[in-house]
């Protein structure tokens, strides 16, 4: 779990030529999800472009989705209690999505309390 928030800035003329993990930037989330990104072949970086000096390998595990977490209903009501007090909608939902699956510990990593 990294609680990051990245920022990338292309030049106009750069933008239709970037894809990757993060998506295409072409402000349409729904065409941004790991199995799009995949068929685009978009997470693959060729040897002459790669910045570091060696290759890793990747391999994606599980994801998961918030209705998971609602199957148990204990987990999920803890979580939204956990999380109430979040300042904005966005900021509730991923201390939900992340206390769900990853434990309370989180929430206390964004100044709730736990």
Do not use: W
């Not at 072949?41 to 998961?64: I, L, Q, W, Y």
């Amino acid at each position: 779990h990294i609680n990051v928030r990245i920022s990338t800035h292309f030049a106009q003329k750069l933008r239709s030529l970037t894809d990757g993990l993060c998506g295409n930037f072409n402000k349409d989330p729904s065409d941004d999800t790991p199995e799009l990104v995949d068929s685009r072949n978009a997470a693959n970086v060729a040897e002459r472009d790669c910045m570091f000096d060696h290759r890793g390998s990747f391999k994606p595990t599980a994801t998961h989705a918030i209705e998971e977490c609602k199957k148990d209903a204990e987990r999920y009501e803890k979580a939204v209690e956990i999380c109430s007090t979040a300042t904005t909608p966005a900021l509730k939902e991923g201390c939900v999505f992340d206390v769900c699956f990853a434990g309370a510990r989180y929430a206390e990593q964004i100044g709730l309390k736990a």
